[in-house]
């Protein structure tokens, strides 16, 4: 998960943070490529209910949440253009790029 701040000063603006999310095939294809798939949960079922819970709590904390479809190959082809692993801090950035670039088309 990537947190994004809308700017200002942090305790005027809510915090928002882009949710990589991932499907079945998606999931089982970044379990392949990641550096750290040693760490990522066993199963996409297991990852989804984990990822659902994170999200509930972080919007009952009061942070707004964004659901960022994350297609693998991209990832792994943006990880390359930047010279950066696939690993869970890089998965983050790009799930906050895909979610700022979203924000300004529209």
Request: aromatic share 8%; charged share 30%.
């Amino acid at each position: 998960m990537a947190k994004r701040h809308s700017g200002g000063r942090p305790s005027a603006m809510p915090r928002n943070v882009a949710i990589g999310w991932y499907d079945a095939v998606q999931w089982a294809r970044l379990k392949q490529v990641a550096i750290d798939a040693n760490d990522l949960d066993d199963s996409y079922e297991a990852w989804k209910r984990n990822a659902e819970n994170v999200e509930r709590k972080l919007r009952r904390e009061g942070t707004q949440t964004q659901r960022v479809q994350i297609d693998v190959e991209a990832l792994v082809s943006w990880c390359q253009f930047q010279e950066r692993p696939v690993n869970g801090k890089s998965r983050s950035q790009y799930a906050a790029h895909l979610a700022a670039r979203r924000d300004s088309m529209s």
